[in-house]
Every structure is written in C-alpha cells, then in structure tokens.
C-alpha cells in the first residue's frame, strides 16, 4: 500500500515538473520574441526616425514614430 502511494505522488511530482517546464520555455519563448522587436529597429517613414520594432505603428507594412505622422502619411495618398 505504501509503495502506491509512492508511485503516486512520484508521478504526481512528475507531471507538475513537466508542466512547470512547459510553462517555462513558453514564458521564455514570449520574452525572447518581444526582445527581438525591441532590438529589431524601423525607420519611420515620415520623418526617417528610427525606433524599436515594439514601439512602432504599422500600416500596410510601413511603420511610423507616431499616430500623427502615420495620419500625415495616409493624408498623402
Ligand atoms: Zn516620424
């Protein structure tokens, strides 16, 4: 009866190792990709300012430093 039991809270401990570890490397995955954005830098197609991916406004795959230069540009088209 004790040896169940041991078998059952090893397995128990096993499978919140694995969900701990799962949960990790999502948290990591997330970190790493919002890194990338924020080392990743765009130029603002208004004023040539560049700044980090993260900080951008995109519209149709230009990017812009702020709403005002974004709206400036769709004034132009
Ligand atoms: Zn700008």
Same mark, same amino acid.
């Given at each position: 009866?004790?040896?169940?039991?041991?078998?059952?809270? +090893?397995?128990?401990?096993?499978?919140?190792?694995?969900?701990?570890?799962?949960?990790?490397?999502?948290?990591?995955?997330?970190?790493?990709?919002?890194?990338?954005?924020?080392?990743?830098?765009?130029?603002?197609?208004?004023?040539?300012?560049?700044?980090?991916? +993260?900080?951008?406004?995109?519209?149709?795959?230009?990017?812009?430093?702020?709403?005002?230069?974004?709206?400036?540009?769709?004034?132009?088209?």
């Amino acid at each position: 009866m004790n040896l169940i039991r041991l078998i059952v809270i +090893a397995l128990i401990i096993y499978l919140l190792i694995q969900i701990v570890k799962r949960w990790l490397a999502n948290k990591n995955a997330q970190a790493s990709s919002q890194q990338d954005k924020l080392k990743n830098m765009v130029r603002c197609k208004v004023c040539q300012l560049h700044i980090p991916e +993260a900080e951008a406004l995109q519209r149709d795959g230009d990017f812009f430093c702020s709403q005002e230069h974004l709206n400036l540009n769709s004034e132009q088209d």
